[in-house]
C-alpha cells in the first residue's frame, strides 16, 4: 500500500465506534499511513462535549451505534461547526451501501461515505480528500471573514448617508468629538436629538425598498429643516438620527418637545400608498467637561435609546449626559417633557 501524503502539521483525527475492534483496525491503518494524531472515542454521547473542548480536522465514525446513531451524531456536529464557525469533515463508514442510504447519510452532513467492505482500499484516499476540501473550505471562510472585515473598514470611511443624504454615524462621531472639544474651550453648552423610527421593520414587510428609501429621505429633510442651519443631523443607523445643537451658556433649551409634535405620525406619499412614520424623540444637555473619552458617541446614543425605550410616551424626553443615569420611571411629566413653543 502507497503511503498517505500527510500534511506538514498533523490533522486531528477522531475515531468514533462502539465497536473496539474495528476501531482499533482503522486507528492501526491511519498510523501506517504517517497519521499520528488520532483519538478514539467509544460513545457517541462524548462527541459533543469533547467537540467543544477540543480542534477536530475529520472525524470517522460508524452509522449504527447505541443511543446516538452515526445520523444523529453528525447533525450534532455540524451544530457545533456553526457555533465555533468551524469545518469538520465527517467520513461514515457502515455496512450500509445502498444509494439510499448514501443519501440519508449526505443530508445529514456527512462528507463522503465508505462501506466497510472497502475501507481497506478506499478509506484512505478519501479521508485525504475530505481533508483537502475541509482546509479549502475553512481557507475560503477566512478569506470571506477578512473580506467582510474590509467591507466594514470601507464602511466606516463613508461619510454620506446615500438614502437620506445625510451625514453617517462616522461623521456623527466626528462631530462629537470636536463639538466636546470646542463646547469646554468656548464656554458654550451643547445638545443632543435623538430620533428613532419605531414601525421601520412594519414598513419594511409592507413597502418596497425603493420606496421606503424615499420616505426616510423625505423624514430627514423634515427633521432639517426643523433644525437650524448651523446644527449638525446624522443618520447613525437604519432607524435612528441624532442631532447636535449648540447654544449659549445662560440660554435656556425651549420646545424641542416640538421635534415630537412635528416628526411623530408624519405621513409621505408613495406609490404604495400614505406611509406613517411612527417616531420617538429624546433630548439631552452634554454636559463636556465630564463626558467619556472614549466612544462618546456609541456611549451617548445607547444612554438615549435605553431612555426611550423605557417609556410609552411619544413626548420628548428631556434628559442629561453622562452626569445623571437614564430613569425615566421616576422622573415626573413636568421634569420629562419640554413646553410646547
Known amino acids: 500500500m502507497t503511503a498517505a501524503r500527510i500534511p506538514q502539521e498533523q490533522p486531528c483525527i477522531l475515531l468514533v465506534d462502539d465497536a473496539k475492534l474495528s ?20 460513545q457517541a454521547q462524548d462527541v459533543r ?42 467520513i461514515m463508514v457502515t455496512g450500509k451501501d445502498s444509494t439510499a442510504a448514501m443519501q440519508e447519510a449526505f443530508q445529514s452532513g456527512v462528507d463522503d461515505f465508505v462501506a466497510k467492505a472497502d475501507v481497506a482500499t478506499q478509506l484512505l484516499p478519501r479521508l485525504q480528500l475530505a481533508l483537502a476540501r475541509s482546509h479549502a473550505m475553512s481557507q ?22 446615500p438614502v437620506s443624504k445625510l451625514p453617517t454615524q462616522q461623521a456623527a462621531r466626528d462631530y462629537l468629538n470636536t463639538l466636546i472639544k470646542h463646547s469646554i ?24 425598498t425603493y420606496y421606503l ?56 406619499y408613495t406609490p404604495e400608498g400614505f406611509k406613517t412614520i411612527a417616531v420617538k424623540v429624546a433630548a439631552s444637555e452634554i454636559h463636556a467637561d465630564i463626558c467619556p473619552h472614549q466612544n462618546p458617541l456609541s456611549q451617548l446614543t445607547e444612554y438615549l435609546h435605553e431612555a426611550i425605550q423605557q417609556t410609552s410616551q411619544h413626548d420628548c424626553l428631556q434628559l442629561d449626559w453622562p452626569s445623571f443615569q437614564a430613569n425615566t420611571d421616576q422622573l415626573t411629566e413636568e421634569e420629562m417633557i419640554f413646553d410646547c413653543v
Not at 472585515?149 to 464602511?155: A, E, G, N, R, S
Not at 468656548?186 to 414587510?205: G, M, P, W
Not at 449648540?246 to 409634535?261: G, N, V
Open 140 to 161: 475560503l471562510k477566512t478569506q470571506q471573514k477578512h473580506l467582510r472585515q474590509v467591507i466594514t473598514q470601507q464602511k466606516s470611511l463613508i461619510t454620506q448617508d
Open 213 to 268: 428609501d424615499h420616505v426616510i429621505e423625505a423624514l430627514a429633510a423634515k427633521i432639517r429643516k426643523a433644525l437650524r442651519p448651523q446644527d449638525f443631523l446624522a443618520r447613525i443607523d437604519r432607524n435612528r438620527f441624532i442631532a447636535f445643537i449648540e447654544h449659549q451658556q445662560l440660554e435656556p433649551i425651549r420646545s424641542f418637545d416640538r421635534f415630537a409634535k412635528l416628526i411623530d405620525g408624519s405621513s409621505f
Open 23 to 42: 476501531q482499533h483496525v482503522i486507528a492501526q491503518m491511519l498510523a501506517k499511513s504517517g497519521y499520528s494524531n488520532i483519538a478514539q472515542l467509544n
Open 185 to 208: 474651550t468656548r464656554d458654550v453648552k451643547c445638545s443632543a436629538l435623538y430620533f428613532t423610527i419605531e414601525n421601520l421593520h412594519d414598513l419594511q414587510k409592507q413597502t418596497k
Open 49 to 90: 462535549a469533547y467537540l467543544i473542548k477540543n480542534h477536530i480536522d475529520l472525524i470517522i465514525l460508524d452509522w449504527m451505534m447505541p443511543g446516538i446513531d452515526g445520523l444523529a451524531l453528525s447533525r450534532i456536529i455540524r451544530e457545533i461547526d456553526k457555533q465555533k464557525q468551524s469545518n469538520t469533515a465527517i
